[in-house]
Structures are given as structure tokens and as C-alpha cells.
């Protein structure tokens, strides 16, 4: 399994700013202060980030209604996951995360500068993104090398697939503990800066889908040109 490095992460200014959940053409052109913040965070928070990622690969032995069944006596449930897996001959489970150093960083600083803490956190969540993105790109292209297409990545919280529902079936498919992520009682993710997804492999997948698509801010985001050239 590929050991991750902070190197391996593309981590930029406007990267932290969407992570804060701002447009990076409106702060440069109103705030260049806060330009300068952004850079100060990355210089520090890169120091803090500790990337890991656990991928488990298992192989579909059937569908039934709104099932996907698994090797290993596993299954996937949920209309919305099993709808976009029909054609695959596998699935590819993965939880990245970033570590807790980052957030409890974030949480220090913001006690004397909320504008740096911000921007530290945007940091943390530029990163947990950039390490998702390269862990699909991988997978993407170990598929391509067998034959195979992939789906887009399918996250506990899009559209059709709430947290409650899919973070249990991502936690009871492989054993995050081991990259040192755990689950809350309300289903959420602890170090915070952490992703889960669920993607499809098979030679018989075609998704012109994009994950925008699923959002719940997709009416109104503003950055969906800029995720569909990451994802798509």
C-alpha cells in the first residue's frame, strides 16, 4: 500500500480559501491581507498534516433490491450507492484523513487570531480534499491498467445517501482504527479532517455523472467548474 507524503498533496492558496468557503478571485481582488494569511497558515499547518489512507478492494457476488451484495458475508445497501455500482465487478473502499494535529492547531490559534485559526482549518480541509483526489486518481488509473472504468466517489453525505446511513456501511466494510479514524455515536468522522467514499471498478461502468451532481449546495455553489475538472 502507497505511504502517503505531505509532498504528494497539490495544496493551494485558493484551495484554503474554498476550504474557508470563500472565492479566491474576490479575496485577492478585496482582501490581499488575507492572501497573506492563507500562506502563513499553509507554511505552519504543512508541518502539522499527517496523511494516511486505507483502501479495502472487494469483489461483488451479486445484486438484489437495493443490495449489493459482497465477498466477506458484506453488502452495500441504499438505492441511490447501489444504483450507480450496477457493472461493477468491484468495489474500492477508502478513508483518508489528515490527522488531528492540524485541528487542534487550528483550535489553539483561533483563541488569539481567529483569522489565522480560519485559515489554518481551511488548510486542513484544502488537504483532506487534495489527498481524496489523488487516492481516486490512483484508483482511476490501476483500473485503466486492468481493463476497467470507475464511478465517481461515492460520499456519506450526498444527496440520497445521508452520513447516518452510509458512514456505518463504509466502517462495518473495513476497519479505519487502523489509520487511527473512528466513528462517533452521531456518525461522525474523528480526526474531523478526514473523507470516506465508496467507488465502483468494473469493465462495464459508464458514468458521465459528476459528484457536484449530489451536492446539497449545488444550486448555489460556485466552485462546480473547478470540482468537475478534479473529478470528472
Same mark, same amino acid.
Not at 490559534?109 to 489554518?120: K, N, Q
Not at 474531523?192 to 471498478?201: A, D, E, T, V, Y
Not at 458514468?207 to 470528472?232: A, F, L, P, V
Given at each position: 500500500?502507497?505511504?502517503?507524503?505531505?509532498?504528494?498533496?497539490?495544496?493551494?492558496?485558493?484551495?484554503?480559501?474554498?476550504?474557508?468557503?470563500?472565492?479566491?478571485?474576490?479575496?485577492?481582488?478585496?482582501?490581499?491581507?488575507?492572501?497573506?494569511?492563507?500562506?502563513?497558515?499553509?507554511?505552519?499547518?504543512?508541518?502539522?498534516?499527517?496523511?494516511?489512507?486505507?483502501?479495502?478492494?472487494?469483489?461483488? /457476488?451479486?445484486?438484489?433490491?437495493?443490495?449489493?451484495?459482497?465477498?466477506?458475508?458484506?453488502?452495500?445497501?441504499?438505492?441511490?450507492?447501489?444504483?450507480?455500482?450496477?457493472?461493477?465487478?468491484?468495489?474500492? /473502499?477508502?478513508?483518508? /484523513? %489528515?490527522?488531528?494535529?492540524?485541528?487542534?492547531?487550528?483550535?489553539?490559534?483561533?483563541?488569539?487570531?481567529?483569522?489565522?485559526?480560519?485559515? %489554518?482549518?481551511? %488548510?486542513?480541509?484544502?488537504?483532506?480534499?487534495?489527498?481524496?483526489?489523488?487516492?481516486?486518481?490512483?484508483?482511476?488509473?490501476?483500473?485503466?491498467?486492468?481493463?476497467?472504468?470507475? /464511478?465517481?466517489?461515492?460520499?456519506?453525505?450526498?444527496?440520497?445517501?445521508?452520513?447516518?446511513?452510509?458512514?456505518?456501511?463504509?466502517?462495518?466494510?473495513?476497519?479505519?482504527?487502523?489509520?487511527? %479514524?473512528?466513528?462517533?455515536?452521531?456518525?461522525?468522522?474523528?480526526?474531523?479532517?478526514?473523507?470516506?467514499?465508496?467507488?465502483?471498478?468494473?469493465?462495464?461502468?459508464?458514468?458521465?455523472?459528476?459528484?457536484?451532481?449530489?451536492?446539497?449546495?449545488?444550486?448555489?455553489?460556485?466552485?462546480?467548474?473547478?470540482?468537475?475538472?478534479?473529478?470528472?
Amino acid at each position: 500500500m502507497k505511504k502517503w507524503q505531505v509532498e504528494d498533496l497539490n495544496i493551494t492558496v485558493d484551495a484554503i480559501l474554498r476550504g474557508q468557503g470563500a472565492d479566491p478571485d474576490i479575496i485577492r481582488s478585496r482582501s490581499p491581507r488575507l492572501i497573506k494569511t492563507a500562506e502563513e497558515a499553509l507554511e505552519a499547518g504543512r508541518k502539522l498534516l499527517e496523511p494516511e489512507v486505507l483502501i479495502k478492494e472487494l469483489a461483488v /457476488t451479486s445484486f438484489r433490491h437495493n443490495s449489493l451484495e459482497l465477498e466477506e458475508e458484506k453488502k452495500i445497501s441504499g438505492a441511490l450507492v447501489t444504483g450507480h455500482l450496477v457493472g461493477a465487478r468491484y468495489i474500492s /473502499t477508502v478513508v483518508c /484523513t %489528515v490527522g488531528s494535529k492540524i485541528d487542534k492547531y487550528a483550535s489553539e490559534v483561533m483563541e488569539d487570531d481567529i483569522v489565522l485559526g480560519l485559515a %489554518v482549518d481551511g %488548510v486542513g480541509s484544502a488537504a483532506v480534499e487534495a489527498l481524496a483526489n489523488a487516492v481516486c486518481r490512483n484508483i482511476e488509473l490501476d483500473a485503466a491498467n486492468r481493463g476497467f472504468q470507475s /464511478t465517481i466517489p461515492l460520499s456519506p453525505g450526498m444527496i440520497g445517501w445521508g452520513v447516518e446511513e452510509g458512514q456505518p456501511i463504509i466502517f462495518d466494510l473495513m476497519d479505519p482504527a487502523q489509520i487511527g %479514524v473512528e466513528l462517533t455515536p452521531y456518525k461522525l468522522m474523528i480526526p474531523r479532517k478526514s473523507l470516506s467514499m465508496i467507488i465502483g471498478l468494473g469493465p462495464d461502468i459508464h458514468s458521465g455523472e459528476r459528484i457536484c451532481d449530489y451536492c446539497g449546495m449545488r444550486e448555489t455553489c460556485r466552485y462546480q467548474d473547478h470540482y468537475e475538472e478534479i473529478h470528472g
